[in-house]
Protein backbone atom coordinates (compact mmCIF):
# COMPACT_ATOMS: atom_id res chain seq x y z
CA UNK A 1 0.00 0.00 0.00
CA UNK A 2 1.34 3.37 -0.77
CA UNK A 3 2.11 5.82 2.21
CA UNK A 4 1.18 9.05 2.64
CA UNK A 5 3.10 11.66 3.02
CA UNK A 6 1.65 12.71 6.31
CA UNK A 7 2.54 9.18 7.46
CA UNK A 8 6.18 9.79 6.24
CA UNK A 9 6.53 13.27 8.17
CA UNK A 10 5.35 10.92 11.11
CA UNK A 11 8.69 9.44 11.03
CA UNK A 12 10.65 12.71 11.44
CA UNK A 13 11.76 14.66 14.38
CA UNK A 14 10.53 18.45 14.52
CA UNK A 15 11.34 20.68 16.74
CA UNK A 16 8.83 23.28 16.30
CA UNK A 17 9.54 26.88 16.21
CA UNK A 18 6.28 29.17 17.57
CA UNK A 19 7.02 31.89 14.89
CA UNK A 20 6.59 30.31 11.06
CA UNK A 21 9.74 30.18 8.96
CA UNK A 22 7.73 30.56 5.97
CA UNK A 23 4.97 32.79 4.72
CA UNK A 24 3.11 33.60 1.68
CA UNK A 25 3.58 37.56 1.07
CA UNK A 26 0.71 38.34 -1.23
CA UNK A 27 -2.59 36.02 -0.74
CA UNK A 28 -4.51 37.33 -3.58
CA UNK A 29 -1.04 36.65 -6.03
CA UNK A 30 -2.02 33.12 -4.95
CA UNK A 31 -5.68 33.63 -5.96
CA UNK A 32 -6.08 35.76 -8.41
CA UNK A 33 -2.63 35.59 -10.60
CA UNK A 34 -1.00 32.24 -10.22
CA UNK A 35 -2.42 29.94 -12.18
CA UNK A 36 -0.42 26.85 -12.17
CA UNK A 37 -0.16 26.98 -8.02
CA UNK A 38 2.96 24.22 -8.33
CA UNK A 39 3.95 24.81 -4.80
CA UNK A 40 0.48 22.52 -4.03
CA UNK A 41 2.69 19.59 -5.71
CA UNK A 42 6.37 19.98 -5.72
CA UNK A 43 6.38 20.70 -2.04
CA UNK A 44 8.19 17.47 -0.49
CA UNK A 45 5.99 17.82 2.75
CA UNK A 46 2.83 19.04 1.07
CA UNK A 47 3.30 22.21 3.59
CA UNK A 48 1.06 24.37 1.11
CA UNK A 49 -2.30 22.71 0.65
CA UNK A 50 -5.48 24.45 -1.25
CA UNK A 51 -8.15 25.45 1.13
CA UNK A 52 -11.56 27.02 0.36
CA UNK A 53 -10.25 30.54 -0.43
CA UNK A 54 -6.64 30.12 0.39
CA UNK A 55 -3.85 28.57 0.27
CA UNK A 56 -2.85 27.14 3.73
CA UNK A 57 0.76 26.77 5.36
CA UNK A 58 1.47 23.97 7.59
CA UNK A 59 5.22 25.07 7.93
CA UNK A 60 5.58 22.76 10.82
CA UNK A 61 6.17 19.77 8.76
CA UNK A 62 8.89 21.31 6.25
CA UNK A 63 11.71 19.72 5.27
CA UNK A 64 13.31 23.04 4.64
CA UNK A 65 14.69 22.46 0.96
CA UNK A 66 14.10 25.61 0.03
CA UNK A 67 11.99 24.95 -3.31
CA UNK A 68 9.12 26.68 -2.45
CA UNK A 69 11.73 30.05 -2.12
CA UNK A 70 12.66 29.81 -5.96
CA UNK A 71 9.57 27.70 -7.05
CA UNK A 72 6.98 30.14 -6.42
CA UNK A 73 6.49 31.26 -10.03
CA UNK A 74 5.59 35.19 -8.72
CA UNK A 75 8.78 34.45 -5.57
CA UNK A 76 5.56 35.11 -3.64
CA UNK A 77 7.18 33.07 -0.42
CA UNK A 78 9.12 34.59 2.71
CA UNK A 79 11.17 31.99 3.29
CA UNK A 80 14.10 31.80 6.75
CA UNK A 81 15.49 29.28 8.26
CA UNK A 82 13.81 27.65 11.70
CA UNK A 83 15.67 29.21 14.56
CA UNK A 84 18.30 28.00 15.28
CA UNK A 85 17.99 24.22 16.69
CA UNK A 86 14.69 24.11 15.79
CA UNK A 87 12.58 22.35 12.61
CA UNK A 88 13.49 19.13 11.41
CA UNK A 89 16.45 17.27 13.06
CA UNK A 90 17.55 14.36 11.34
CA UNK A 91 18.43 11.08 12.64
CA UNK A 92 20.43 8.84 9.88
CA UNK A 93 20.41 11.61 7.42
CA UNK B 1 29.19 37.33 21.93
CA UNK B 2 32.33 40.21 21.94
CA UNK B 3 35.06 37.61 21.62
CA UNK B 4 36.75 38.04 17.79
CA UNK B 5 38.12 34.64 16.13
CA UNK B 6 40.53 34.31 13.32
CA UNK B 7 38.12 32.45 11.33
CA UNK B 8 34.01 31.94 11.22
CA UNK B 9 32.98 29.26 9.62
CA UNK B 10 28.85 29.15 8.18
CA UNK B 11 27.77 25.51 8.33
CA UNK B 12 29.32 22.00 10.29
CA UNK B 13 28.98 20.10 6.82
CA UNK B 14 32.27 18.26 5.37
CA UNK B 15 33.22 21.40 3.57
CA UNK B 16 33.27 24.18 6.80
CA UNK B 17 34.67 20.21 8.88
CA UNK B 18 37.69 20.17 6.70
CA UNK B 19 38.40 23.82 6.58
CA UNK B 20 38.20 23.67 10.70
CA UNK B 21 39.96 20.44 10.93
CA UNK B 22 43.19 21.71 9.40
CA UNK B 23 42.79 25.55 10.52
CA UNK B 24 42.66 23.82 14.00
CA UNK B 25 45.56 21.74 13.42
CA UNK B 26 47.69 24.92 12.51
CA UNK B 27 46.22 26.60 16.07
CA UNK B 28 43.96 29.16 14.56
CA UNK B 29 40.87 30.45 16.41
CA UNK B 30 38.38 29.06 14.70
CA UNK B 31 34.52 28.98 15.51
CA UNK B 32 31.96 26.69 12.57
CA UNK B 33 28.77 27.87 13.56
CA UNK B 34 25.84 25.27 12.49
CA UNK B 35 21.77 25.87 12.90
CA UNK B 36 20.91 22.38 13.21
CA UNK B 37 20.71 21.42 16.70
CA UNK B 38 23.98 19.39 16.12
CA UNK B 39 26.08 18.88 13.22
CA UNK B 40 24.26 16.90 10.62
CA UNK B 41 20.37 17.70 11.62
CA UNK B 42 19.89 19.41 8.54
CA UNK B 43 21.95 16.83 6.07
CA UNK B 44 21.44 14.34 3.69
CA UNK B 45 23.24 13.27 0.71
CA UNK B 46 22.63 9.85 -0.91
CA UNK B 47 25.21 8.61 1.33
CA UNK B 48 28.31 7.99 -0.30
CA UNK B 49 31.44 9.16 0.78
CA UNK B 50 35.00 8.86 -0.25
CA UNK B 51 38.08 8.00 1.55
CA UNK B 52 40.73 9.92 0.09
CA UNK B 53 39.31 12.89 0.25
CA UNK B 54 38.45 12.79 3.86
CA UNK B 55 41.87 11.29 4.25
CA UNK B 56 43.69 14.08 3.58
CA UNK B 57 41.96 15.98 6.50
CA UNK B 58 42.26 13.01 8.45
CA UNK B 59 44.36 9.99 7.59
CA UNK B 60 43.43 7.96 10.32
CA UNK B 61 39.86 8.41 9.98
CA UNK B 62 39.30 4.84 10.38
CA UNK B 63 40.84 4.40 13.90
CA UNK B 64 39.11 7.33 14.86
CA UNK B 65 35.88 5.48 14.45
CA UNK B 66 34.52 6.93 11.17
CA UNK B 67 30.98 5.92 11.13
CA UNK B 68 31.13 4.25 8.50
CA UNK B 69 28.02 2.05 7.08
CA UNK B 70 29.45 -0.23 4.33
CA UNK B 71 32.62 -0.15 1.85
CA UNK B 72 31.60 -0.18 -1.47
CA UNK B 73 32.28 -2.95 -3.31
CA UNK B 74 29.68 -2.79 -6.55
CA UNK B 75 28.15 -0.49 -8.34
CA UNK B 76 25.06 -0.75 -10.27
CA UNK B 77 23.72 1.33 -13.23
CA UNK B 78 20.15 0.95 -14.02
CA UNK B 79 18.13 1.81 -16.84
CA UNK B 80 14.51 1.52 -16.13
CA UNK B 81 11.32 1.38 -17.81
CA UNK B 82 7.94 1.51 -16.41
CA UNK B 83 7.70 -2.31 -16.02
CA UNK B 84 11.21 -3.72 -15.98
CA UNK B 85 14.63 -2.42 -16.51
CA UNK B 86 18.10 -3.12 -17.83
CA UNK B 87 21.09 -3.60 -14.83
CA UNK B 88 25.03 -3.31 -15.00
CA UNK B 89 27.09 -3.85 -12.28
CA UNK B 90 31.20 -3.82 -11.58
CA UNK B 91 32.64 -5.19 -8.39
CA UNK B 92 36.20 -5.45 -8.44
CA UNK B 93 38.34 -7.34 -5.73
CA UNK B 94 40.66 -4.36 -5.40
CA UNK B 95 37.67 -2.50 -3.72
CA UNK B 96 37.54 -5.28 -0.74
CA UNK B 97 40.92 -4.88 0.85
CA UNK B 98 43.53 -2.98 -1.32
CA UNK B 99 41.22 -0.18 -1.86
CA UNK B 100 38.50 -0.65 1.17
CA UNK B 101 37.41 2.89 1.88
CA UNK B 102 38.01 4.12 -1.50
CA UNK B 103 33.81 4.54 -1.47
CA UNK B 104 32.07 3.81 1.58
CA UNK B 105 28.47 4.88 2.94
CA UNK B 106 27.20 6.86 5.47
CA UNK B 107 24.20 8.84 7.78
CA UNK B 108 25.12 12.28 7.27
CA UNK B 109 23.31 12.80 10.83
CA UNK B 110 26.28 10.64 12.49
CA UNK B 111 28.97 11.36 10.50
CA UNK B 112 28.81 15.04 10.12
CA UNK B 113 28.66 14.65 14.35
CA UNK B 114 31.79 12.67 14.40
CA UNK B 115 33.35 14.72 11.73
CA UNK B 116 32.83 18.00 13.87
CA UNK B 117 33.95 16.01 17.12
CA UNK B 118 37.57 15.76 15.45
CA UNK B 119 37.56 19.20 14.67
CA UNK B 120 36.56 20.09 18.07
CA UNK B 121 39.05 17.59 19.43
CA UNK B 122 41.86 19.37 17.07
CA UNK B 123 40.85 22.70 18.68
CA UNK B 124 38.00 24.62 16.42
CA UNK B 125 35.00 25.32 18.51
CA UNK B 126 31.63 24.54 16.96
CA UNK B 127 28.48 26.36 18.17
CA UNK B 128 25.32 24.62 16.87
CA UNK B 129 21.66 25.50 17.05
CA UNK B 130 22.96 29.38 15.78
CA UNK B 131 21.86 30.36 12.42
CA UNK B 132 24.17 32.83 10.69
CA UNK B 133 21.31 35.63 9.26
CA UNK B 134 23.72 38.22 7.91
CA UNK B 135 27.39 39.31 7.41
CA UNK B 136 29.49 42.62 9.01
CA UNK B 137 31.08 44.40 6.81
CA UNK B 138 33.72 47.40 7.81
CA UNK B 139 33.97 50.97 5.44
CA UNK B 140 35.27 49.18 2.45
CA UNK B 141 32.73 46.70 2.22
CA UNK B 142 34.89 43.76 3.20
CA UNK B 143 33.68 41.20 5.38
CA UNK B 144 34.72 41.28 9.16
CA UNK B 145 32.44 38.86 10.55
CA UNK B 146 29.39 37.29 10.99
CA UNK B 147 25.36 38.35 12.71
CA UNK B 148 23.83 35.25 14.10
CA UNK B 149 20.11 34.85 15.53
CA UNK B 150 21.49 34.78 19.38
CA UNK B 151 21.05 37.91 21.47
CA UNK B 152 24.23 39.88 20.94
CA UNK B 153 25.07 37.55 18.06
CA UNK B 154 27.43 39.45 16.29
CA UNK B 155 31.03 37.99 16.09
CA UNK B 156 34.04 39.57 14.04
CA UNK B 157 36.45 37.37 12.58
CA UNK B 158 39.39 38.12 9.91
CA UNK B 159 37.94 36.15 7.23
CA UNK B 160 34.52 34.24 6.91
CA UNK B 161 34.17 30.82 5.10
CA UNK B 162 30.84 30.04 3.93
CA UNK B 163 30.06 26.73 3.60
CA UNK B 164 26.44 26.54 4.32
CA UNK B 165 25.57 23.89 1.53
CA UNK B 166 23.26 24.85 -1.89
CA UNK B 167 19.58 25.68 0.02
CA UNK B 168 21.47 29.24 1.14
CA UNK B 169 19.34 31.91 1.87
CA UNK B 170 22.40 34.01 3.57
CA UNK B 171 24.50 33.55 -0.05
CA UNK B 172 21.41 35.11 -1.71
CA UNK B 173 20.95 37.85 0.48
CA UNK B 174 24.60 38.89 -0.09
CA UNK B 175 24.76 38.44 -3.24
CA UNK B 176 27.53 36.25 -3.66
CA UNK B 177 25.69 33.75 -5.48
CA UNK B 178 22.09 34.68 -6.79
CA UNK B 179 19.60 32.22 -6.31
CA UNK B 180 19.41 29.18 -8.17
CA UNK B 181 16.85 28.76 -10.68
CA UNK B 182 14.64 26.07 -10.93
CA UNK B 183 16.09 24.34 -13.59
CA UNK B 184 19.61 24.62 -11.50
CA UNK B 185 18.82 22.16 -8.95
CA UNK B 186 16.98 18.96 -8.70
CA UNK B 187 15.29 18.70 -5.34
CA UNK B 188 15.58 15.22 -4.14
CA UNK B 189 13.54 12.80 -1.40
CA UNK B 190 15.10 10.05 0.42
CA UNK B 191 13.20 7.40 2.65
CA UNK B 192 16.14 5.24 4.79
CA UNK B 193 14.28 1.33 5.18
CA UNK B 194 15.53 -0.31 7.91
CA UNK B 195 16.18 -3.87 7.42
CA UNK B 196 17.70 -7.00 9.74
CA UNK B 197 21.91 -6.93 8.59
CA UNK B 198 21.92 -10.16 7.10
CA UNK B 199 19.06 -9.87 4.69
CA UNK B 200 20.62 -6.73 3.01
CA UNK B 201 23.98 -9.27 2.76
CA UNK B 202 21.97 -11.53 1.31
CA UNK B 203 19.85 -9.84 -1.07
CA UNK B 204 23.14 -7.78 -2.24
CA UNK B 205 25.00 -10.73 -2.26
CA UNK B 206 27.75 -8.90 0.10
CA UNK B 207 29.70 -9.87 3.15
CA UNK B 208 28.99 -7.64 6.67
CA UNK B 209 30.73 -4.33 6.45
CA UNK B 210 30.21 -4.70 2.21
CA UNK B 211 27.67 -3.15 -0.06
CA UNK B 212 26.62 -1.93 -3.15
CA UNK B 213 25.23 1.26 -4.43
CA UNK B 214 22.60 1.25 -7.47
CA UNK B 215 22.32 4.34 -9.69
CA UNK B 216 19.42 4.49 -11.53
CA UNK B 217 17.72 6.52 -14.34
CA UNK B 218 14.42 6.21 -16.86
CA UNK B 219 10.58 5.36 -15.31
CA UNK B 220 11.99 6.13 -11.96
CA UNK B 221 11.74 9.99 -12.75
CA UNK B 222 8.72 9.23 -14.60
CA UNK B 223 10.21 10.81 -17.61
CA UNK B 224 11.86 13.94 -15.97
CA UNK B 225 15.33 14.89 -15.48
CA UNK B 226 16.40 13.03 -12.79
CA UNK B 227 17.61 10.00 -10.52
CA UNK B 228 17.54 7.76 -8.13
CA UNK B 229 19.45 5.87 -6.37
CA UNK B 230 19.60 2.49 -3.43
CA UNK B 231 22.68 3.00 -1.58
CA UNK B 232 23.42 -0.25 1.41
CA UNK B 233 23.84 0.95 4.74
CA UNK B 234 24.49 -1.60 7.33
CA UNK B 235 21.12 -2.22 8.67
CA UNK B 236 19.13 -0.06 5.92
CA UNK B 237 18.80 0.90 2.80
CA UNK B 238 18.86 4.91 1.67
CA UNK B 239 16.12 5.30 -1.25
CA UNK B 240 16.59 8.70 -3.14
CA UNK B 241 14.33 10.02 -6.24
CA UNK B 242 15.32 13.15 -7.52
CA UNK B 243 14.48 15.41 -10.57
CA UNK B 244 15.06 19.21 -11.85
CA UNK B 245 12.69 21.29 -10.00
CA UNK B 246 11.53 23.15 -13.18
CA UNK B 247 10.35 19.81 -14.55
CA UNK B 248 8.22 18.97 -11.41
CA UNK B 249 7.05 22.27 -10.95
CA UNK B 250 5.73 21.89 -14.78
CA UNK B 251 5.03 18.16 -14.66
CA UNK B 252 2.94 18.96 -11.18
CA UNK B 253 4.58 15.43 -10.07
CA UNK B 254 4.32 15.07 -6.09
CA UNK B 255 8.14 14.26 -4.84
CA UNK B 256 6.60 11.66 -2.29
CA UNK B 257 3.91 9.78 -5.11
CA UNK B 258 7.10 9.44 -7.27
CA UNK B 259 9.03 8.02 -4.32
CA UNK B 260 5.92 5.63 -3.53
CA UNK B 261 5.60 4.64 -7.35
CA UNK B 262 9.59 3.85 -7.58
CA UNK B 263 9.35 1.58 -4.57
CA UNK B 264 7.09 -0.54 -6.42
CA UNK B 265 8.99 -1.06 -9.00
CA UNK B 266 9.77 -4.49 -9.52
CA UNK B 267 13.49 -4.25 -9.60
CA UNK B 268 12.99 -2.47 -6.29
CA UNK B 269 10.42 -3.92 -4.70
CA UNK B 270 11.95 -7.63 -3.53
CA UNK B 271 14.93 -5.54 -2.22
CA UNK B 272 13.38 -3.26 0.05
CA UNK B 273 10.42 -5.70 0.95
CA UNK B 274 9.69 -6.31 4.77
CA UNK B 275 11.40 -3.18 5.31
CA UNK B 276 10.47 -0.52 8.01
CA UNK B 277 11.00 2.94 6.26
CA UNK B 278 12.53 5.43 9.39
CA UNK B 279 13.06 8.40 8.26
CA UNK B 280 11.82 10.99 5.41
CA UNK B 281 13.61 13.90 4.15
CA UNK B 282 14.16 16.31 1.40
CA UNK B 283 17.10 18.41 -0.75
CA UNK B 284 18.52 20.23 -3.18
CA UNK B 285 21.36 19.14 -5.40
CA UNK B 286 23.19 21.33 -7.40
CA UNK B 287 22.88 20.59 -11.41
CA UNK B 288 24.01 23.66 -12.48
CA UNK B 289 27.97 22.67 -13.30
CA UNK B 290 30.99 24.82 -13.79
CA UNK B 291 28.85 27.64 -15.48
CA UNK B 292 26.91 28.30 -12.34
CA UNK B 293 29.28 28.21 -9.84
CA UNK B 294 29.82 31.78 -7.92
CA UNK B 295 32.90 34.14 -7.43
CA UNK B 296 34.44 31.66 -4.70
CA UNK B 297 36.46 34.02 -3.02
CA UNK B 298 36.11 38.42 -2.55
CA UNK B 299 37.30 40.83 0.19
CA UNK B 300 36.83 38.75 3.85
CA UNK B 301 35.52 36.12 2.41
CA UNK B 302 35.48 32.58 0.53
CA UNK B 303 32.89 29.93 -0.13
CA UNK B 304 32.87 26.17 -0.34
CA UNK B 305 30.98 23.05 -0.87
CA UNK B 306 27.97 22.91 -2.22
CA UNK B 307 27.24 26.75 -1.13
CA UNK B 308 29.71 27.45 -4.52
CA UNK B 309 27.59 24.79 -6.49
CA UNK B 310 30.58 22.49 -6.32
CA UNK B 311 28.84 19.29 -7.16
CA UNK B 312 29.73 16.74 -9.68
CA UNK B 313 26.28 15.55 -10.98
CA UNK B 314 27.43 12.80 -13.37
CA UNK B 315 29.69 11.20 -10.80
CA UNK B 316 27.37 11.84 -8.26
CA UNK B 317 30.37 13.42 -6.40
CA UNK B 318 29.82 16.49 -3.90
CA UNK B 319 30.63 15.81 -0.40
CA UNK B 320 34.32 15.08 -1.56
CA UNK B 321 34.62 17.79 -3.56
CA UNK B 322 33.35 19.70 -0.40
CA UNK B 323 35.89 18.27 1.88
CA UNK B 324 38.65 19.64 -0.65
CA UNK B 325 37.29 22.82 -1.22
CA UNK B 326 37.22 23.23 2.13
CA UNK B 327 41.06 22.23 2.76
CA UNK B 328 41.53 24.74 0.04
CA UNK B 329 39.91 27.67 1.70
CA UNK B 330 42.05 26.41 4.93
CA UNK B 331 45.22 26.52 3.26
CA UNK B 332 44.42 30.11 1.60
CA UNK B 333 43.51 31.72 4.62
CA UNK B 334 46.36 30.11 6.44
CA UNK B 335 48.32 32.02 4.05
CA UNK B 336 46.26 34.91 3.99
CA UNK B 337 46.73 35.08 8.04
CA UNK B 338 50.77 34.57 7.43
CA UNK B 339 50.21 37.83 5.23
CA UNK B 340 47.96 39.56 7.14
CA UNK B 341 46.32 40.62 3.91
CA UNK B 342 42.13 39.23 3.82
CA UNK B 343 41.31 40.80 0.83
CA UNK B 344 40.16 38.89 -2.12
CA UNK B 345 43.77 39.39 -3.67
CA UNK B 346 45.47 37.75 0.09
CA UNK B 347 42.76 34.79 -0.48
CA UNK B 348 43.54 34.09 -4.25
CA UNK B 349 45.07 31.04 -3.56
CA UNK B 350 42.00 29.23 -2.80
CA UNK B 351 41.21 30.01 -6.57
CA UNK B 352 44.55 28.73 -7.98
CA UNK B 353 44.23 25.50 -5.88
CA UNK B 354 40.29 24.85 -7.24
CA UNK B 355 41.54 25.52 -10.47
CA UNK B 356 44.33 23.09 -10.77
CA UNK B 357 42.56 20.02 -9.44
CA UNK B 358 40.05 17.57 -10.06
CA UNK B 359 37.26 19.82 -8.15
CA UNK B 360 37.61 22.38 -11.33
CA UNK B 361 39.31 20.26 -14.05
CA UNK B 362 36.02 17.95 -13.34
CA UNK B 363 33.44 20.28 -13.25
CA UNK B 364 35.17 21.98 -16.32
CA UNK B 365 35.13 18.22 -18.21
CA UNK B 366 31.30 18.25 -17.30
CA UNK B 367 29.93 21.61 -17.81
CA UNK B 368 27.72 20.72 -20.86
CA UNK B 369 25.95 17.70 -19.05
CA UNK B 370 23.61 19.66 -16.98
CA UNK B 371 22.09 21.49 -20.30
CA UNK B 372 22.45 17.65 -22.22
CA UNK B 373 19.89 15.82 -19.51
CA UNK B 374 17.98 19.40 -19.82
CA UNK B 375 17.48 19.28 -23.88
CA UNK B 376 17.42 15.59 -24.43
CA UNK B 377 13.70 14.34 -22.30
CA UNK B 378 13.70 11.69 -24.61
CA UNK B 379 16.87 9.61 -22.06
CA UNK B 380 14.35 9.60 -19.71
CA UNK B 381 11.50 8.94 -21.37
CA UNK B 382 11.03 7.38 -24.63
CA UNK B 383 14.42 5.66 -24.84
CA UNK B 384 14.27 3.82 -21.54
CA UNK B 385 10.35 2.89 -22.55
CA UNK B 386 11.17 1.65 -25.99
CA UNK B 387 14.64 -0.14 -25.25
CA UNK B 388 12.50 -1.81 -22.32
CA UNK B 389 9.84 -3.65 -25.19
CA UNK B 390 12.59 -4.34 -27.25
CA UNK B 391 14.11 -6.20 -24.77
CA UNK B 392 10.84 -7.56 -23.54
CA UNK B 393 9.76 -8.47 -27.43
CA UNK B 394 13.23 -10.58 -27.55
CA UNK B 395 13.01 -12.66 -24.31
CA UNK B 396 9.34 -13.60 -24.83
CA UNK B 397 9.15 -17.14 -26.92
CA UNK B 398 6.16 -17.09 -28.40
CA UNK B 399 6.72 -18.83 -31.89
CA UNK B 400 7.02 -15.10 -33.54
CA UNK B 401 10.43 -15.32 -35.99
CA UNK B 402 13.04 -13.04 -34.33
CA UNK B 403 13.45 -11.19 -37.57
CA UNK B 404 9.66 -10.21 -37.77
CA UNK B 405 10.44 -9.13 -33.84
CA UNK B 406 13.28 -6.95 -34.97
CA UNK B 407 11.43 -4.73 -37.27
CA UNK B 408 8.53 -4.42 -34.87
CA UNK B 409 10.75 -2.62 -32.70
CA UNK B 410 13.14 -0.88 -34.74
CA UNK B 411 9.50 0.51 -36.52
CA UNK B 412 8.32 1.16 -33.31
CA UNK B 413 11.87 3.48 -32.49
CA UNK B 414 11.21 5.20 -35.75
CA UNK B 415 7.53 6.40 -34.95
CA UNK B 416 8.87 7.59 -32.12
CA UNK B 417 11.91 9.28 -32.35
CA UNK B 418 13.70 9.64 -36.36
CA UNK B 419 16.78 8.65 -36.78
CA UNK B 420 18.80 12.08 -36.97
CA UNK B 421 17.36 13.23 -33.23
CA UNK B 422 18.26 9.86 -32.30
CA UNK B 423 22.06 10.34 -33.75
CA UNK B 424 21.99 13.75 -32.29
CA UNK B 425 21.56 12.47 -28.60
CA UNK B 426 24.05 10.63 -28.78
CA UNK B 427 26.63 13.07 -29.99
CA UNK B 428 25.00 15.24 -27.52
CA UNK B 429 25.82 13.17 -24.85
CA UNK B 430 29.21 11.83 -25.57
CA UNK B 431 30.37 15.51 -25.96
CA UNK B 432 28.78 16.49 -23.04
CA UNK B 433 31.25 13.70 -21.08
CA UNK B 434 34.24 13.60 -23.09
Known sequence: ?93 | MTESFDVAIVGAGPAGISAACLLAKKGVKTVVFERGEYPGAKNISGGVLYGHDLAQNLPDFVSRNCPIERNIVESRLWYLAKEGGFSLSYRDRIFFQEKKYNAFTVGRAKFDRWYAEQAGKLGALVVCGTVVVGLLRDGRNQVVGVQTDRPDGDLRAKVVLLADGINSPLAAQTGFRPEPKPSQVALAVKEVIELPEEQIQERFNVDPGNGVTIEILGAATQGMNGVAVIYTNRKSLSLCVGANLSDLTRRKIKPYEMMEDFKEHPAVAPLIQGGKPTEYMAHWLAEGGYDSIPRLCGGGFLIAGDSGMLFNALHREGSNLAMTSGRFAAEAILEALEKGDFSRKGLQGYLSRLQESYVCQDLKKYRRFGSFMENNPEVFASLPEWAGQAAREMLTVDGIPKKKKQRVIWDRLRRQISLGRLLRIFWNGWRSVR
Open chain 1, 1 to 93: MKKKVEDKLFLDRFRVDEEPHLRIRDGSVCRDQCTDQPCLYFCPANVYKMEKDHISVTYEGCLECGSCRIGCPYLNIEWRFPTGGYGISHKFG
